[in-house]
């Protein structure tokens, strides 16, 4: 299992493109991590509404933010709606985290 601490971040080693989608944002993960934190530390929001917000391809918006719960920075809040009407986990920051600033 990978850690917000490794070089490479995680990918599906037996797909080439999603190997290849890791090795470009190598050097940008934590800055993107941390784009992903600090909006999600102003509001909640649901994985699309992360995406629109930061203006990032859900393919790069959601790993950063799974990055984030595994670490324990980010946890479900509760649910809003997306776009299509159907209801999404609502991401926000842990209660651990919001007075380490």
Do not use: C
Request: charged share 20%; net charge neutral; proline share 7%.
């Amino acid at each position: 299992m990978n850690t917000l601490f490794d070089p490479i971040p995680a990918y599906q080693p037996h797909s080439e493109t999603s190997t290849q989608a890791a090795l470009s944002v190598v050097g940008k993960t934590k800055t993107l991590r941390e784009t992903v934190y600090e909006a999600l530390a102003q509001t909640p929001m649901t994985d699309e509404q992360i995406a629109v917000r930061l203006n990032l391809a859900p393919n790069t918006a959601r790993p950063r933010r799974v990055e984030l719960v595994r670490a324990g920075r980010i946890t479900d809040v509760g649910k809003a709606p997306t776009s299509s009407g159907r209801m999404a986990v609502l991401w926000g920051v842990a209660h651990s985290e919001e007075h380490l600033d």
